[in-house]
């Protein structure tokens, strides 16, 4: 990282010198980053839990779902709010880094948007309605507090806060490490020729080399480590400051999967999976089909990653020239990102319309379970390099490094 001083440099062994740099940097992590990152998200929980305490007086206490004062009041007002909210408050502050933009962006402004809906729809989780602090508390909070059966939070004990330290820099390391191995390559393509335009990322030449799905796959599992990771940090803060235990958002997905449905619902980022599942699955299925309400889950995620986006790459004022240019930022193409989810989807449906065929249900118990997360993941790599562009093409992964322990090579 450009801004970090190293811990230390040294040379490639003589016998490497021809595979090798000459010289490599190895870097710690910067706390500073951490602390500026965690100061961003509780600043926006504290005024999610404002919001919060609205909603739990004007909808839920009086019961008042899908009223004209409910739908105004989030859909006129809260939705708009948290989707302005990003945009106004980067420029502000004047955040440049992408990894902390895609956070103020993307967290707590899209969970608390689908919390909102799903209260206006009256689908908040029971044990989160039962006083005005426990919804507060379930709006505001990132992550999810676990409940017994009696619907009381879990307390979590200094050991286990320790064991997700423990995690926590356990993932720095290995993140760390799968950084310094591929961010060398121009575009994160370690197989296979650089790609020097977005015509040619997006070509259909390309679905026919094993260099794309490999790549695709490389692309996958980083995702996988970097949400992994940033979440077992907020776990760590969340259980600390709270005492309690939280949900487990990541289950290892790109490599236990054993089928589409089992990958977007019970393995990939639970905390989306359950804020759609509230705010628009089940509202949409009310009124209309599982195959409806499946569609308009991955249409809505698929559209607030592009919103995503746009929130990332926004160019600051000092950044933007007489002309409205901006020299050396990086533009998205909007509507790839959709695409994919779209991809996504027709994958669910396929799974309901024919997954409990009775040839399927034979294959799927006769296949190890290793061969069915391959088949899982096969069928989603073609399309993401639809998503991963965007991130991969820009510096998203690299604003990230001062927040891991990495080795890079010095060009001099």
């Not at 040379?11 to 090798?20: C, V």
């Not at 302005?84 to 502000?92: A, G, N, S, V």
């Not at 995620?301 to 020239?321: K, R, T, Y």
């Not at 065929?357 to 290793?370: A, D, I, R, W």
Request: hydrophobic share 45%; net charge positive.
């Amino acid at each position: 990282p450009e801004s970090q001083v190293p811990l230390f440099v040294f040379s490639s062994p003589a016998g490497l010198a021809e595979y090798l740099a000459p010289r490599y940097a190895v870097y710690g992590f910067s706390l500073v980053y951490w602390i500026d990152l965690l100061s961003l998200l509780l600043l926006q929980v504290l005024i999610a839990s404002i919001f919060g305490l609205i909603i739990y007086r004007v909808i839920i206490r009086p019961r008042d779902f899908e009223s004209s004062k409910a739908m105004i009041l989030v859909y006129g007002c809260i939705l708009p709010f948290w989707l302005l909210m990003p945009i106004y408050f980067l420029r502000i502050i004047g955040i440049r880094n992408l990894l902390m933009r895609f956070a103020t962006g993307c967290l707590v402004p899209i969970v608390s948007m689908f919390r909102a809906t799903e209260a206006a729809h009256g689908f908040a989780p029971k044990h989160s309605t039962k006083t005005e602090r426990d919804y507060i508390v379930y709006y505001a909070s990132l992550l999810i507090f676990s409940r017994d059966k009696e619907g009381n939070y879990i307390k979590c004990p200094w050991g286990k806060v320790a064991q997700h330290a423990y995690n926590f820099l356990g993932f720095l390391v290995v993140l760390g490490m799968y950084n310094s191995i591929i961010m060398p390559h121009k575009d994160l393509v370690v197989f296979g020729e650089p790609v020097n335009s977005r015509s040619e990322w997006h070509s259909l030449q390309r679905f026919m080399t094993w260099e794309l799905y490999a790549n695709n796959m490389i692309h996958a599992v980083l995702f996988q480590l970097y949400l992994t990771t940033y979440v077992e940090g907020v776990t760590l803060i969340w259980t600390a400051l709270s005492g309690c235990q939280v949900d487990e958002v990541m289950k290892n997905p790109m490599f236990e999967s054993r089928s589409p449905s089992d990958f977007w619902s019970r393995r990939w980022n639970l905390l989306i999976h359950r804020v759609l599942k509230g705010g628009v699955y089940k509202p949409v299925r009310k009124h209309g089909s599982i195959t409806l309400a499946c569609i308009s889950v991955f249409l809505a995620s698929g559209l607030f990653h592009e919103f995503l986006l746009a929130v990332m790459f926004q160019p600051l004022p000092d950044q933007v020239d007489s002309q409205g240019n901006c020299a050396g930022c990086f533009s998205p193409a909007y509507g790839y990102t959709l695409a994919f989810f779209i991809w996504q989807a027709l994958l669910i449906v396929g799974e309901i319309a024919f997954g409990r065929s009775k040839f399927f249900q034979t294959l799927g118990k006769s296949l190890p379970s290793t061969v069915r997360t391959i088949l899982v993941i096969s069928l989603g790599l073609p399309l993401a390099h639809m998503f991963s562009e965007p991130y991969a093409r820009s510096k998203f992964f690299q604003s990230g490094l001062q927040g891991v322990p990495t080795v890079l090579a010095l060009n001099n």
